[in-house]
Every structure is written in structure tokens, then in C-alpha cells.
């Protein structure tokens, strides 16, 4: 019989579990860095956030602590829930557009095969873009005297020009439709998907049952589609709420305010005017406003997950 | 469709044994393996066999060096292997979806192993061994293909390749023909039987099909629950099971299980009445017999009768079942016997030594004078 | 196709393409007119005298430093981004994490939730840190935004490779560290290409971190450069489209090679996650 040639029993052990422990230290050390880039980069600013919010900082120098001053400042000024109200006409505006351009490129993404695949990338190049390249490119295109494409033509066919930009009540539609130019594709992309999920049986079934176009619509596909509507629209919602860019590269917040939300009110606050105590109680609220839409939509979606099926 | 197999010229005196002590594995609190003790001798073609679940894949696991045992010691040869890389312990696995790269022809896939760097093996000898292995397995042709285009049984054909061409100690094989149809996995069944042969190694291999471990093994090592129900070689676990359940497991159709008491020297079920083993009365135990051991005789002419439900026509012979009280009695008969469904038939154990008896309360076998 | 597919498709798919595709041709239209051209009534799409004086006007600006600038950034973030994102998503496939289901929540709340409400804060403590205007700001920044991405992505794909492949490889006799390189990430690559494409798009076409956070020309992006050109030149509408076209061309062009990966990774990743 063989001799056995190794440490005693306990040594053993210690080494086999030894290395289950070694595992863990690996994993650990692998997930590492990117745990704490990300923490480092997320979670500090939000506690200096917080903390500058409760001081008034002017220039990068600080003046020392003001309570809840910056706060009441904001509050106590009729001008802010404008400035909200618009966020929410901004936010929800440029959904009521994006969401059901996104269902119906999606519905004939699917109807269209090959095609479509086609389709959606050609759909998809605006959102390759950057949105403030796209914000130039359309405060070209609206340019209100000759060569800006949508006066020119205006002008060629004997009526005025319009100009859109600078106008008070049409400045916020425009900068709805040109974010939504930019990004409704995205939300089609998901949509495709999630109209994937949807076993085709299903709808022969209620054809032969005599349902109605609309109705195998209305019956299937939206309860069907809803966990990825849920998702598209707190994705969306998210984006919108805090989009900056499209409004300092087409309006910089004018015409008379009529495009300042709160998002653009933060740049203006904390880094045109590098009031920057203020700005950081204005980035609390849209934080919390932030955290509220991602809890509302989180309920919703676990809700439906919950029901159903 | 391989060619005849050609002979290798290789002498397998490198095959080692592999030896279980004591070993345990436990996964947070749920025991999968216990108290694990078992020994395989060089060259033999040992099968862990058992249902889902009973630990086989797992013990499987831990000789290979993919899982660590939570206690006790594997030995390779006299190497305690324990603790070792799964690279370093010589061993070749084969595994149920094959595990074949992807990404890489069907030449590199079977190369791969050679040309790990602690190998070290010169390019001339890998093409060489590589086309060796292919040409014994019938894959010569296929070489430059990728893993996706060829069929299951070639698939199966190229994990077996990727491990001959190192020509380890251990082959390690897990449920490697359960993703195969019948007809395809009975004819791989007899190839791999002859390359254990020509290749002379020691070999592991792991299923739930108690056919598969029947026809391939040296010896079977049944498990259920994470220990060892009995090892020994198939005719012994066929004929003498050591428990209920190696009893239940093994043959197909299975050995019939009768439940009853035994009364003063009598064995006593529903429409059953046989002569009992030597135990005290009032005992209680299972009466099994295999449908080969019986054979039709007049309803009161035997130890037991019963209607016939079904007769089964097999060609050479017919399987009939039997209502016999509440069991179903199976029984191979002639196929030209006149047996009627619904009448009445008795049957009788061609001799009395072809029953097995089991103690109902531990489920162990009687200890038998002869062979069953 | 019958003639009323033929009729579905031209009233959806022309308009579609007029409405998406024409505001960039214009700008490319616009950026080779001449500019005695450009404000001409009616609007011609293709210029009769085409020139290439806006896009010298812009060279002679420094515009090729910007370009490089966003493209050394773009390229840095990515790699670091993706490398640690993915050993990442594969730990957190392959080896036990302490706090895994917290780790998986931290980054998913980083993708749910958009860094500008940080901005501000952030551009205060790189002041503190003297990072602010170096050449470590962005790229630090933008890595850190994709990392999450590349987490989420390479993640559902680890978790659909089966054990077994790396099992087999490390039996054949690799390390876990060779199986993984040369068995495990040639699979991955679909979900490397599409995490490194999002983030290559994502840093490239920033304005808003690269205008706060990098102040001196030397270190500008291709977006800034072009909006502060805009600050000065407000007028020359004919450099100002040749800049939009200079600055869609890479993102535009990496987005249509790899559209395919980029798109797949959202769309499994949604259905899954």
C-alpha cells in the first residue's frame, strides 16, 4: 500500500478553508476599485452638497454657516415655483411627446423585420450625438432671418418668419421637441425589446376570438408592455428633469425666463453666478425631487411585477 | 461514424488509484457529501451512480479540484491531492454540455489542454498528438470546424478527445451521454467501453442511469444522499443489494417490493404467503424479486396471485403486470405463454433463493446463506 | 412586399428619415456653402460652389487640439472604465462578495440617478483637491459615470457563461486567471464593445462636466471649444455647422459601426434587468 505523503490532517484543513476565505478576499479585491470610484465620485459631492447648501459660499470662498438661509431664500421667492412649474411642464411635456413616438416607432420596428432594425439605427443617430452640438445645429435651423432653414422656407413660400426661440410662449414646445428629436429613439429601443417578450400565440388567439385590432392592443399588448413602459418613463422622466444642456446651447434659459427650469436655474445659480451656496440648496431639492420620481416609479414598477402573471 | 478504432501503442502502467478518506463536503449547513470512504483501484472504470441530488457530481467535483472537500483527504496514487490545483493534478474531465470553447476551431479545442504554458509542449508534437486523438475518435475530418457546427454525438467525440490527448492518470466523466438521444448514446456506451480497454486508465464516471452503470463498470458505487448505499462490482450489487434501495435502483424493469410480516415462519402480505427467513415473529419485511425469477403457475399453485393488468410484447419474451393485493408484480414470461388480460394467474420465484429479503425498519438486506 | 406595405413604409419611413436625417445634412449642406451663400433664400441642400474654407477657418482656430483633447479623454475613460467594470461584473458573477446584494443596489442607483445634481459640489471639492483644469479631471469623472455600465453589462453577460467552461479550462491546466483571459473574455467581447461604445459616446459628447470642470484652452473639449467659438463668432453660422459636423462624425461613426452590440446591450439588458 502506498505511503501517504503529507502534513498532518489539521494542516490540511487549515489550508482548505484557508481558501475559501482567500476567495472572498479576491472578490473583494476585484470589485474594489470600482465600489469605491464610485462611491468617491457619488457619494462625497452629496455630502458637500449638503453641507454648502447649509452655508454661503460666494467665488469658492466660504462665509461661513447660514442655517436653512439659502433654502428659505429659494422658497420665500415667487420666481421658484415658476421655475419648478416649468421643470414639471419641461419633464412631462417632452414625455407626452417622446413615450408614444417611442411605442409606435417600436410597433413598426417589429412589423418591419429587417427593416426595421434598419429603422431604429437611422432613428438612433440624433442620440448619438451631443446635445449641445444638437442645441447649435437647431438654433441654426430656427434662426428667425434668412438662412435658418424654417425661416427661409417660410419666406420662400411669401409668409413671415417665424421666430420660435425668442418667443415666450413658443420657446418651451420648442425645446421639448428638440430634446425629444434627440433621445424618444432610445426609448424605442427598450420598447422593441420588451414587445419581443410578447409571445405571438397570444394575439392569434384573440384574433380567432375575434378581437379588433385595437382591442388585441389595448388587451395585450400595453398590459404586457407595461413593466418596460415603466421603465422608459422613469428612464426618460429621470433625464428630462435634469436636462441642462439642450436649454444653455438653444435659449440659455430665455426668452424672459420662459425656458429656466430648475435644472438650468442650478447652472445659472451655481456656476454663472457662482453663488455657489444657493446653487447647492437648489441641487438638494432637485436631489430630493430626483429621489422622489425614482421611489414613485420603483413603487409602480414593483407593483405591477407584483400583480399579474 | 469512426473508423475502427486503431490500437494505440501506449503502455498504461501510469494509471493511478484514487482513494477517498473520510471526506466530507458541506455547504453551509446542508451536508452534500458524508463521511466519504472509498477506494478505486488502477485501471478500473468505477461509476458513481445515483439519483439527482444524492452527491455523485459533487464527489465528482472535489477529486477533479473544482470544489474543495470541507473535511477528510483525496489521494491520487499516493499523492494527497487535497489541496492542489485542479491544473496540477493530472486528471482529464469530460462534462455533460462538454464545455467546448466557443470561440475555437474543433483542433484547438482539443489542443488546448497542450498548450497550456506549464506544459510546455512543442508545437510539431501538439499538431501531432491532436491528430492522433481525432483520427482514433473519427474527427479527423472536422478539424478546422467550430464546436456549433457539428452534431452532439461529434461534440461528445471532442471532449472525449481534449482529454486523451494529455493522457492523464484520472479520467473524470460527469452524466457525459445525458445529452444524447437513445440510439446515439448506446452506441457511444460501447465506445467508450473499448477506449477504456485500448487506453488502460483509471476512470471516474458519474450518472443516474443505472443501464449505463451496469454496462460500463468494473464496480458501481450506488449513492443516495450524500453517502455510499454499497460498492462492489454489478453482477454482486444486482443480485445481492445491500439495502431497499439499491434494490429499487438497480435493473430496469425493477425488482418488485412486497410489504408484510412475517408470522411464525410464514411471510404474510395481501394475496401473499411465502416461506420467511429465519427471524422472530411479528418482523417486518420486504419481499423483492426480480420479474426474470418468476414464472406463471396456477392461482393456488403458488405464493402469490393476482389479476394481470397489462402484458407487454417484447419479441423475445413478453413483460406482464400483475395486480397482487395493492402492488404491481412484474414478470417476464414467454412470449407465446397464454396470458389473458384480467385472469387470474399466480406466480412463483423460479427458486426460492432469487428473493431478497429487507428488514422494513432499517431497509437493509437479510444476510443471505446462497447467492440470490 | 404588397403595395400596401409598400404604402406603410414610404408614409412612415420618408418622413421619419426627412425629420431625423435632414437637420444634419443641412448642417453638413450648410458647412460647404461659401457664406455669401448660406443665408440665401430659398434653401438649397446642395451647394453649387462647395468650399472647405470654414473647416480651414476652424484648423486655424486649434480646433484639431480640441478633437484631441476629447479624444484622449473619450479613450482613457473608456479603458479604465471598462477594464475595472468588468472585472467587476465578473467577481461579482464569479466569487462571493460580502454585501453583494448592497453592492448590486449601489450600482444600480448609479446608473438610476444622473451626476449633474453633483456637478456642483464636485466642481467645489476638485478645487479643494487642485484637480480642477488638470488633464486627471475629466477622465476621472467620465470613467466613474460609465464604470456602472460596463458593471451592468458585462455582469448579464458573465452570468450566462456556465461554469463549466472555465471548470473545463482549468483542468486542461490554466490558472484561473489564464482561463478567464483567453476562454471567458473572447465571449465577452459582444458586452465589452457595447459598454466601451456607450462610453466612448457618453464622454465625447459631454458639455456640461467638461465646461465646469476644465477652464484653460489647452485642456478643452470639442463641445466646449465649439460653444465658446459660438461666444465670439456668433454669426459665422458656416464654421459653426463645420464644427457640428467635426464633432458628430466620431461619435456618429463609432455608434453605426458597433450598433448592433450597443443595441443589443441595451435590449437584453433591460428585458433582464
Given at each position: 500500500m502506498a505511503a501517504i505523503s503529507s502534513g498532518s490532517t489539521s494542516q490540511t484543513d487549515l489550508t482548505i478553508k484557508g481558501t475559501q476565505a482567500g476567495l472572498q478576499r479576491v472578490g473583494t479585491l476585484l470589485v474594489g476599485p470600482a465600489i469605491l470610484l464610485v462611491i468617491a465620485v457619488n457619494v462625497l459631492p452629496a455630502f458637500v452638497g449638503f453641507y454648502s447648501s447649509l452655508r454661503r459660499i460666494f467665488f469658492f470662498t466660504d462665509e461661513g454657516f447660514v442655517g436653512l438661509d439659502n433654502f428659505v431664500a429659494i422658497f420665500s421667492e415667487a420666481s421658484t415655483y415658476a421655475t419648478i412649474a416649468r421643470s414639471f411642464v419641461f419633464t412631462f411635456g417632452s414625455l407626452a411627446l417622446a413615450v408614444p413616438l417611442a411605442l409606435l416607432v417600436a410597433l413598426a420596428v417589429r412589423q418591419l423585420g429587417r427593416r426595421g432594425r434598419l429603422f431604429l439605427t437611422m432613428l438612433l443617430v440624433p442620440w448619438a450625438m451631443s446635445p449641445i452640438v444638437v442645441a447649435l445645429l437647431w438654433k441654426w435651423i430656427l434662426l428667425p432671418s434668412p438662412g435658418g432653414l424654417l425661416a427661409s422656407t417660410f419666406i420662400?413660400?411669401?409668409?413671415?418668419?417665424?421666430?420660435?426661440?425668442?418667443?415666450?410662449?413658443?420657446?418651451?414646445?420648442?425645446?421639448?421637441?428638440?430634446?425629444?428629436?434627440?433621445?424618444?429613439?432610445?426609448?424605442?429601443?427598450?420598447?422593441?425589446?420588451?414587445?419581443?417578450?410578447?409571445?405571438?400565440?397570444?394575439?392569434?388567439?384573440?384574433?380567432?376570438?375575434?378581437?379588433?385590432?385595437?382591442?388585441?392592443?389595448?388587451?395585450?399588448?400595453?398590459?404586457?408592455?407595461?413593466?418596460?413602459?415603466?421603465?422608459?418613463?422613469?428612464?426618460?422622466?429621470?433625464?428630462?428633469?435634469?436636462?441642462?444642456?439642450?436649454?444653455?446651447?438653444?435659449?440659455?434659459?430665455?426668452?424672459?425666463?420662459?425656458?429656466?427650469?430648475?435644472?438650468?436655474?442650478?447652472?445659472?445659480?451655481?456656476?454663472?453666478e457662482l453663488d455657489q451656496g444657493r446653487g447647492n440648496a437648489i441641487a438638494v431639492v432637485m436631489f430630493l425631487i430626483n429621489l422622489l420620481l425614482v421611489i414613485a416609479y420603483v413603487r409602480l414598477l414593483g407593483g405591477s411585477k407584483g400583480d399579474g402573471k | 461514424m469512426p473508423a475502427s478504432i486503431l490500437t494505440r501503442d501506449e503502455s498504461q502502467s501510469s494509471a493511478r488509484s484514487v482513494r477517498f478518506m473520510d471526506v466530507v463536503k458541506r455547504f453551509g449547513a446542508v451536508t452534500a457529501v458524508e463521511r466519504f470512504n472509498l477506494t478505486i483501484e488502477p485501471g478500473q472504470f468505477v461509476t458513481l451512480l445515483g439519483p439527482s441530488g444524492c452527491g455523485k457530481s459533487t464527489t465528482l467535483n472535489m477529486i477533479?479540484?473544482?470544489?474543495?472537500?470541507?473535511?477528510?483527504?483525496?489521494?491520487?496514487?499516493?499523492?494527497?491531492?487535497?489541496?492542489?490545483?485542479?491544473?496540477?493534478?493530472?486528471?482529464?474531465?469530460?462534462?455533460?454540455?462538454?464545455?467546448?470553447?466557443?470561440?475555437?476551431?474543433?483542433?484547438?479545442?482539443?489542443?488546448?489542454?497542450?498548450?497550456?504554458?506549464?506544459?510546455?509542449?512543442?508545437?510539431?508534437?501538439?499538431?501531432?498528438?491532436?491528430?492522433?486523438?481525432?483520427?482514433?475518435?473519427?474527427?479527423?475530418?472536422?478539424?478546422?470546424?467550430?464546436?456549433?457546427?457539428?452534431?452532439?454525438?461529434?461534440?461528445?467525440?471532442?471532449?472525449?478527445?481534449?482529454?486523451?490527448?494529455?493522457?492523464?492518470?484520472?479520467?473524470?466523466?460527469?452524466?457525459?451521454?445525458?445529452?444524447?438521444?437513445?440510439?446515439?448514446?448506446?452506441?457511444?456506451?460501447?465506445?467508450?467501453?473499448?477506449?477504456?480497454?485500448?487506453?488502460?486508465?483509471?476512470?471516474?464516471?458519474?450518472?443516474?442511469?443505472?443501464?449505463?452503470?451496469?454496462?460500463?463498470?468494473?464496480?458501481?458505487?450506488?449513492?443516495?444522499?450524500?453517502r455510499i448505499e454499497q460498492f462492489g462490482a454489478p453482477k454482486d450489487l444486482y443480485r445481492n443489494?445491500?439495502?431497499?434501495?439499491?434494490?429499487?435502483?438497480?435493473?430496469?424493469?425493477?425488482?418488485?417490493?412486497?410489504?408484510?410480516?412475517?408470522?411464525?415462519?410464514?411471510?404474510?402480505?395481501?394475496?401473499?404467503?411465502?416461506?420467511?427467513?429465519?427471524?422472530?415473529?411479528?418482523?417486518?419485511?420486504?419481499?423483492?424479486?426480480?420479474?426474470?425469477?418468476?414464472?406463471?403457475?396456477?392461482?393456488?399453485?403458488?405464493?402469490?396471485?393476482?389479476?394481470?393488468?397489462?402484458?407487454?410484447?417484447?419479441?423475445?419474451?413478453?413483460?406482464?403486470?400483475?395486480?397482487?393485493?395493492?402492488?404491481?408484480?412484474?414478470?417476464?414470461?414467454?412470449?407465446?405463454?397464454?396470458?389473458?388480460?384480467?385472469?387470474?394467474?399466480?406466480?412463483?420465484?423460479?427458486?426460492?433463493?432469487?428473493?431478497?429479503?429487507?428488514?422494513?425498519e432499517t431497509s437493509q438486506a437479510l444476510p443471505r446463506v446462497a447467492v440470490c | 412586399m404588397n403595395w400596401r406595405g409598400r404604402l406603410q413604409f414610404a408614409l412612415l419611413i420618408i418622413p421619419a428619415s426627412v425629420v431625423v436625417l435632414g437637420p444634419i445634412l443641412w448642417a453638413l449642406s450648410t458647412s460647404l456653402k461659401p457664406n455669401d451663400r448660406i443665408f440665401a433664400v430659398p434653401p438649397r441642400l446642395i451647394p453649387d460652389a462647395p468650399t472647405l474654407t470654414h473647416y480651414a477657418r476652424l484648423i486655424a482656430e486649434g480646433v484639431h487640439w480640441s478633437f484631441f483633447n476629447s479624444a484622449l479623454y473619450a479613450v482613457t475613460s473608456v479603458v479604465a472604465a471598462v477594464s475595472i467594470g468588468a472585472v467587476a461584473g465578473y467577481a461579482l458573477v464569479r466569487f462571493p462578495v460580502r454585501f453583494k446584494p448592497l453592492v448590486l443596489v449601489l450600482f444600480m442607483a448609479a446608473l438610476a440617478v444622473p451626476s449633474y445634481a453633483l456637478l456642483l459640489p464636485t466642481q467645489i471639492i476638485f478645487v479643494q483637491l487642485g484637480l480642477f483644469d488638470t488633464r486627471l479631471a475629466l477622465p476621472i469623472l467620465y470613467a466613474t459615470h460609465i464604470i456602472p455600465f460596463a458593471v451592468w453589462m458585462t455582469r448579464a453577460h458573465f452570468a450566462s457563461v456556465p461554469i463549466e467552461l472555465e471548470h473545463a479550462a482549468l483542468v486542461d491546466g490554466y490558472s484561473r486567471a489564464e482561463a478567464v483571459w483567453k476562454v471567458i473574455l473572447p465571449g465577452a467581447?459582444?458586452?465589452?464593445?457595447?459598454?466601451?461604445?456607450?462610453?466612448?459616446?457618453?464622454?465625447?459628447?459631454?458639455?456640461?462636466?467638461?465646461?465646469?470642470?476644465?477652464?484653460?484652452?489647452?485642456?478643452?473639449?470639442?463641445?466646449?471649444?465649439?460653444?465658446?467659438?459660438?461666444?465670439?463668432?456668433?454669426?459665422?453660422?458656416?464654421?459653426?455647422?463645420?464644427?457640428?459636423?467635426?464633432?458628430?462624425?466620431?461619435?456618429?461613426?463609432?455608434?453605426?459601426?458597433?450598433?448592433?452590440?450597443?443595441?443589443?446591450?441595451?435590449?437584453?439588458?433591460?428585458?433582464?434587468?
Amino acid at each position: 500500500m502506498a505511503a501517504i505523503s503529507s502534513g498532518s490532517t489539521s494542516q490540511t484543513d487549515l489550508t482548505i478553508k484557508g481558501t475559501q476565505a482567500g476567495l472572498q478576499r479576491v472578490g473583494t479585491l476585484l470589485v474594489g476599485p470600482a465600489i469605491l470610484l464610485v462611491i468617491a465620485v457619488n457619494v462625497l459631492p452629496a455630502f458637500v452638497g449638503f453641507y454648502s447648501s447649509l452655508r454661503r459660499i460666494f467665488f469658492f470662498t466660504d462665509e461661513g454657516f447660514v442655517g436653512l438661509d439659502n433654502f428659505v431664500a429659494i422658497f420665500s421667492e415667487a420666481s421658484t415655483y415658476a421655475t419648478i412649474a416649468r421643470s414639471f411642464v419641461f419633464t412631462f411635456g417632452s414625455l407626452a411627446l417622446a413615450v408614444p413616438l417611442a411605442l409606435l416607432v417600436a410597433l413598426a420596428v417589429r412589423q418591419l423585420g429587417r427593416r426595421g432594425r434598419l429603422f431604429l439605427t437611422m432613428l438612433l443617430v440624433p442620440w448619438a450625438m451631443s446635445p449641445i452640438v444638437v442645441a447649435l445645429l437647431w438654433k441654426w435651423i430656427l434662426l428667425p432671418s434668412p438662412g435658418g432653414l424654417l425661416a427661409s422656407t417660410f419666406i420662400a413660400l411669401g409668409w413671415s418668419p417665424v421666430a420660435l426661440l425668442t418667443d415666450p410662449s413658443a420657446a418651451m414646445p420648442t425645446i421639448i421637441v428638440v430634446g425629444v428629436w434627440r433621445n424618444f429613439a432610445f426609448a424605442a429601443i427598450i420598447l422593441t425589446a420588451g414587445l419581443g417578450q410578447i409571445p405571438n400565440d397570444l394575439y392569434k388567439a384573440a384574433a380567432v376570438d375575434g378581437h379588433s385590432v385595437w382591442e388585441r392592443f389595448r388587451r395585450i399588448t400595453l398590459p404586457l408592455l407595461a413593466p418596460s413602459l415603466l421603465i422608459v418613463l422613469c428612464v426618460l422622466t429621470i433625464s428630462y428633469f435634469n436636462e441642462v444642456q439642450v436649454i444653455i446651447g438653444l435659449t440659455t434659459g430665455g426668452p424672459i425666463n420662459a425656458t429656466t427650469t430648475l435644472a438650468y436655474q442650478l447652472y445659472q445659480t451655481g456656476f454663472v453666478e457662482l453663488d455657489q451656496g444657493r446653487g447647492n440648496a437648489i441641487a438638494v431639492v432637485m436631489f430630493l425631487i430626483n429621489l422622489l420620481l425614482v421611489i414613485a416609479y420603483v413603487r409602480l414598477l414593483g407593483g405591477s411585477k407584483g400583480d399579474g402573471k | 461514424m469512426p473508423a475502427s478504432i486503431l490500437t494505440r501503442d501506449e503502455s498504461q502502467s501510469s494509471a493511478r488509484s484514487v482513494r477517498f478518506m473520510d471526506v466530507v463536503k458541506r455547504f453551509g449547513a446542508v451536508t452534500a457529501v458524508e463521511r466519504f470512504n472509498l477506494t478505486i483501484e488502477p485501471g478500473q472504470f468505477v461509476t458513481l451512480l445515483g439519483p439527482s441530488g444524492c452527491g455523485k457530481s459533487t464527489t465528482l467535483n472535489m477529486i477533479a479540484g473544482l470544489e474543495l472537500p470541507t473535511e477528510g483527504r483525496i489521494l491520487i496514487g499516493d499523492r494527497d491531492v487535497t489541496a492542489i490545483s485542479p491544473a496540477d493534478r493530472d486528471i482529464a474531465m469530460v462534462f455533460q454540455s462538454y464545455a467546448l470553447y466557443p470561440h475555437l476551431t474543433i483542433f484547438e479545442n482539443i489542443a488546448f489542454p497542450l498548450r497550456a504554458r506549464r506544459r510546455r509542449t512543442e508545437e510539431a508534437d501538439v499538431v501531432k498528438k491532436v491528430k492522433d486523438a481525432a483520427l482514433m475518435l473519427g474527427l479527423d475530418s472536422l478539424l478546422h470546424r467550430f464546436p456549433r457546427e457539428v452534431s452532439g454525438g461529434q461534440r461528445q467525440r471532442v471532449a472525449l478527445g481534449r482529454a486523451m490527448v494529455r493522457q492523464p492518470t484520472v479520467y473524470l466523466l460527469d452524466e457525459p451521454l445525458s445529452n444524447l438521444d437513445q440510439q446515439l448514446r448506446v452506441q457511444m456506451r460501447s465506445e467508450l467501453k473499448d477506449l477504456h480497454l485500448r487506453l488502460g486508465a483509471t476512470m471516474l464516471y458519474v450518472t443516474h442511469d443505472q443501464g449505463e452503470a451496469m454496462t460500463l463498470s468494473d464496480s458501481i458505487a450506488v449513492m443516495s444522499g450524500g453517502r455510499i448505499e454499497q460498492f462492489g462490482a454489478p453482477k454482486d450489487l444486482y443480485r445481492n443489494p445491500a439495502n431497499l434501495f439499491v434494490a429499487r435502483f438497480l435493473g430496469e424493469p425493477g425488482m418488485t417490493i412486497i410489504e408484510g410480516q412475517v408470522d411464525n415462519r410464514t411471510f404474510r402480505a395481501p394475496d401473499v404467503v411465502h416461506d420467511a427467513p429465519s427471524v422472530i415473529s411479528g418482523t417486518r419485511l420486504a419481499m423483492g424479486v426480480r420479474p426474470e425469477d418468476l414464472t406463471p403457475c396456477q392461482p393456488d399453485n403458488g405464493p402469490m396471485s393476482g389479476i394481470v393488468r397489462t402484458i407487454e410484447f417484447l419479441g423475445s419474451r413478453s413483460l406482464i403486470r400483475v395486480d397482487v393485493g395493492p402492488v404491481l408484480v412484474t414478470a417476464f414470461i414467454a412470449s407465446e405463454a397464454e396470458v389473458r388480460i384480467g385472469e387470474r394467474i399466480g406466480l412463483k420465484p423460479t427458486t426460492p433463493t432469487s428473493v431478497c429479503w429487507f428488514d422494513l425498519e432499517t431497509s437493509q438486506a437479510l444476510p443471505r446463506v446462497a447467492v440470490c | 412586399m404588397n403595395w400596401r406595405g409598400r404604402l406603410q413604409f414610404a408614409l412612415l419611413i420618408i418622413p421619419a428619415s426627412v425629420v431625423v436625417l435632414g437637420p444634419i445634412l443641412w448642417a453638413l449642406s450648410t458647412s460647404l456653402k461659401p457664406n455669401d451663400r448660406i443665408f440665401a433664400v430659398p434653401p438649397r441642400l446642395i451647394p453649387d460652389a462647395p468650399t472647405l474654407t470654414h473647416y480651414a477657418r476652424l484648423i486655424a482656430e486649434g480646433v484639431h487640439w480640441s478633437f484631441f483633447n476629447s479624444a484622449l479623454y473619450a479613450v482613457t475613460s473608456v479603458v479604465a472604465a471598462v477594464s475595472i467594470g468588468a472585472v467587476a461584473g465578473y467577481a461579482l458573477v464569479r466569487f462571493p462578495v460580502r454585501f453583494k446584494p448592497l453592492v448590486l443596489v449601489l450600482f444600480m442607483a448609479a446608473l438610476a440617478v444622473p451626476s449633474y445634481a453633483l456637478l456642483l459640489p464636485t466642481q467645489i471639492i476638485f478645487v479643494q483637491l487642485g484637480l480642477f483644469d488638470t488633464r486627471l479631471a475629466l477622465p476621472i469623472l467620465y470613467a466613474t459615470h460609465i464604470i456602472p455600465f460596463a458593471v451592468w453589462m458585462t455582469r448579464a453577460h458573465f452570468a450566462s457563461v456556465p461554469i463549466e467552461l472555465e471548470h473545463a479550462a482549468l483542468v486542461d491546466g490554466y490558472s484561473r486567471a489564464e482561463a478567464v483571459w483567453k476562454v471567458i473574455l473572447p465571449g465577452a467581447m459582444p458586452a465589452i464593445i457595447a459598454a466601451s461604445t456607450f462610453g466612448f459616446l457618453y464622454s465625447w459628447n459631454d458639455y456640461i462636466t467638461a465646461t465646469t470642470m476644465v477652464d484653460s484652452p489647452a485642456r478643452r473639449t470639442l463641445p466646449v471649444a465649439l460653444i465658446f467659438f459660438q461666444g465670439f463668432h456668433g454669426r459665422d453660422w458656416g464654421a459653426l455647422m463645420a464644427g457640428v459636423i467635426i464633432a458628430t462624425l466620431p461619435p456618429v461613426t463609432l455608434f453605426l459601426i458597433f450598433r448592433r452590440h450597443l443595441i443589443g446591450g441595451f435590449s437584453e439588458g433591460s428585458v433582464k434587468g
